[in-house]
């Protein structure tokens, strides 16, 4: 069966679709490993057309002179053809990523959707702001007649805007830099991960579907040398990326020559602390059912379980027991729950962390291995570890992976001392029956967002992003559209 938008065999240039100068590449689903599509893959020349275009575009053309509404009508129309084609993206996304059907039209379709839908309406209301007006002496004419004086702060787009997104959640990524740097009045070159071409792609047909103007829009994909020009090329004034730390340093140093503004979100470690007076089975059900988001391969997934001692023991029980129930396969299958990881490379780099957690003395409780009957597809099993410390590399590095630690602890103090003790800060929960102590915990829990008692739902107006070295900025929430603008102030004189 055609997997949908895997026909698309060129690079959207320019309001065109052109075709790349080098080989395809065959794109496998991951639950088979059979190939659903032979993907253009675009190399420098490509990316400097997309950035030509861009430019001229943005330097040129009228984008970034439109309003503010006629440029959120071209986004309403692109959020509508997205929404028609509803099914068409969710059967994508099951086969490019392996992503289960659940998590599939839930988070990776629906709820992107549904937040995009709110930025367009946060960005008519109006950013302008006036400044108090004054009376000053004349610094030319200091006894003659005082100057009577205001302004404006007004917000403008920041120019070309490359936006460079992982594989795990790509039509997330992709539209969480397409809708605000273009709402903002930027021209984009997308750039998605190798592994999820049309993901992308797509948004090539839904641009001409709307009519988007030439150059505003443009997809290019590649590898690294794609992604160094993009951040790097002295046309390009800012870079938004999504994806490892590893690739976030290298991104900003390459965009440091030119002093783009730099947008990242990056890796995370994230800690779940379970009070002694938490509902265990409930949150170890949700604990579980986190590793099991897109096979692990999400940023934000909550991956350290810092239980307290009185209650550790009874909590993994509940999570092994939990673990055991959960259906792994071919997500074709609606009953599947986790399907594969992305691909061989990544399932290897699990399984090397899983030997490090063994040889470092962690007590495996589950997993630890492939599930039997999978011998096709990269599938990996979901893996807890107790016994941890918090300084040996399965607690601090990002698997990327189903896999789990459990770290006891004694007090409150302790629980966030040990939640703290990592280089990222991208999210945290907190467990507990005690919503005050929660709320207090999690206001001194140095990430970006901080779930109690499993959070308030989709909250489209919470902004998304890290502390420390789980990025810089902010996506999603009030000031999203602010990432991708600058301030300018305009002074003039009144009264006369």
Known sequence: MSIPFTQL??????GAWVSANGPTEAVPNPATEEVIGQAPVGDTASADAAIDAARRAFDSGPWPWLSMAERAGYMRRMHSALVAHREEIAALIIAEVGCAQGVTYAMQVDMPLAHVLKAIDQSLHDATQQIPVEATPNPFNPGGPMILGSGSIEREPIGVVSGITGYNFPFLLNLAKIFPALLAGNTLVLKPSPFTPYSALLFG???EQIGLPKGVLNIVTGGVEVGSLLSSDPRVD????????AVGASIMSQAAPTLKRVHLELGGKSALIVR??????????????????????????????????????QFVQMAKAVASQMKIGNPADPSVVMGPLIRESQRAKVEHFVASGRDSGATLVCGGGRPQGLDKGFFSDITLFDDVR?????AQEEIFGPVGVVIGFDSDEEAIAIANDSRYGLNGAVATADAAVAYQMARRIRAGSVYINGGGGKMPYAPIGGFKRSGIGREFGPDWLKEFTQEKSIIYPIGR
């Open 9 to 14: 065999n060129k690079l959207y240039i320019d």
């Open 205 to 207: 047909e839904i641009a």
């Open 390 to 394: 918090n300084d040996i590399t399965i």
């Open 238 to 245: 800012m870079v938004s990326f999504t994806g490892s730390e």
């Open 276 to 313: 002694p007076d938490a509902d265990i089975q409930g949150t170890a059900l949700g604990a579980i059912a986190g590793l099991t988001v897109n096979a692990g391969q999400g940023c934000a997934l909550l991956t350290r379980f810092l239980v307290h001692n009185s209650i550790r023991e």
